[in-house]
């Protein structure tokens, strides 16, 4: 059995609700965080509609937005949440992979809001903003991989 992963999280204005809210925004990921059998099993069958609701919540996007993230319409986005619909194989990967760089991109980063600017500003070693590196697999890997490089002082 592996161990859970307390992660206490910042938020630049420090404000206990904001603390909360991401807190509360990624509790439920986090069994799931580095542990590859845990994320399959999930994947397979499916987060639940809320972890949409939850990744809103995180991100402070809009619905439209994290849509375009996910790579389906606005429409499904609504209906997924409205009906609490089980997610897909494929939204679910992405959603956990979103979820797991989150994490990392506070821990890396140092607060939620420090990071979502990361996250809007371009990045030398990406040769890009990082928001547009979302919508891919590909793309959170290799925002993942800067994280790491940015963590060790090894900017590019």
């Known amino acids: 059995m592996s161990a859970i992963k307390k992660t206490t999280y910042r938020v630049e204005d420090d404000d206990n609700a904001s603390v909360s809210m991401v807190a509360e925004a990624l509790a439920p990921y986090q069994t799931l965080m580095?542990?590859?059998q845990a994320q399959l099993r999930v994947i397979r069958e499916g987060l639940p509609a809320k972890a949409?609701?939850?990744?809103?919540t995180l991100s402070g996007a809009s619905q439209i937005d994290?849509?375009?993230m996910l790579r389906m319409s606005e429409k499904t986005l609504r209906s997924y949440i409205?009906?609490?619909?089980q997610l897909d194989i494929g939204v679910s990967e992405h959603l956990i992979q979103l979820f797991e760089l989150f994490d990392k991109?506070?821990?890396a980063i140092g607060s939620l809001?420090?990071?979502?600017?990361?996250?809007?500003?371009?990045?030398i070693g990406l040769a890009a903003k990082p928001i547009e590196l979302l919508?891919?697999?590909?793309?959170?890997?290799l925002i993942k991989?800067?994280?790491i490089r940015i963590e060790f002082g090894a900017l590019a």
């Open 66 to 68: 994290v849509a375009n």
């Open 82 to 85: 409205k009906e609490s619909k």
């Open 34 to 36: 580095g542990n590859p």
């Open 145 to 147: 991989e800067e994280l």
């Open 52 to 56: 949409l609701s939850d990744m809103i």
């Open 113 to 123: 809001d420090s990071f979502k600017k990361w996250l809007q500003s371009k990045s």
């Open 105 to 107: 991109g506070i821990e």
């Open 135 to 141: 919508n891919t697999i590909t793309g959170i890997e």
